[in-house]
């Protein structure tokens, strides 16, 4: 009985983390939130930046995914005012546009740029490792 009820815990995917993700691009948005929940992770989708900062969730997210390249805010303004109020918070910066923004983020602290389309399992072992080592 033990046993049975240790597996049926081991097969149910609760979510360990949740996870904001911020892309005004619809198929990378929900294709990536999909990634995510089965891989275990609770999401919060955003379609702005200036959506995920009125929801007011910040204290509530365990991550931060964005988009660079955004209509209105980009990802690393984004960035550097969630770095005002949560310096800790580990942040994964995606874009479609390569390494030439690279040189921008460099003082920003955050995890890593990764380019769209994503390699899906480099993302998620990079999203566990940084949320194993998050103080």
């Given amino acids: 009985m033990i046993a049975t009820n240790i597996l049926a815990l081991m097969n149910n995917k ?5 996870i904001a993700i911020v892309d ?6 929900l294709s990536l939130g999909n990634l995510l ?15 995920f900062l009125n929801e007011d969730v910040l204290n509530d997210i365990d991550a931060l995914i ?12 984004l960035q550097r005012q969630v770095g005002m109020k949560r310096p800790q918070l580990p942040v994964i910066l ?4 390569g390494d030439p923004v690279r040189p921008k983020t460099q003082n920003l602290n955050n995890l ?19 949320l194993k080592d998050k103080p």
């Avoid at 964005?66 to 303004?77: A, F, V, W």
């Avoid at 995606?94 to 546009?97: D, S």
């Fill in 14 to 18: 609760v979510p360990r983390y949740v």
């Fill in 24 to 29: 005004d691009d619809q198929r990378v948005l």
């Fill in 37 to 51: 929940e089965s891989a275990g992770y609770s999401v919060r989708l955003f379609d702005s930046a200036e959506a």
């Fill in 66 to 77: 964005s988009d660079i390249k955004m209509p209105g805010m980009d990802g690393i303004e």
């Fill in 94 to 97: 995606i874009t479609a546009g």
């Fill in 112 to 130: 890593g740029v990764f380019n769209k389309p994503l390699d899906p399992a480099k993302f998620l072992r990079t999203l566990g490792v940084v």
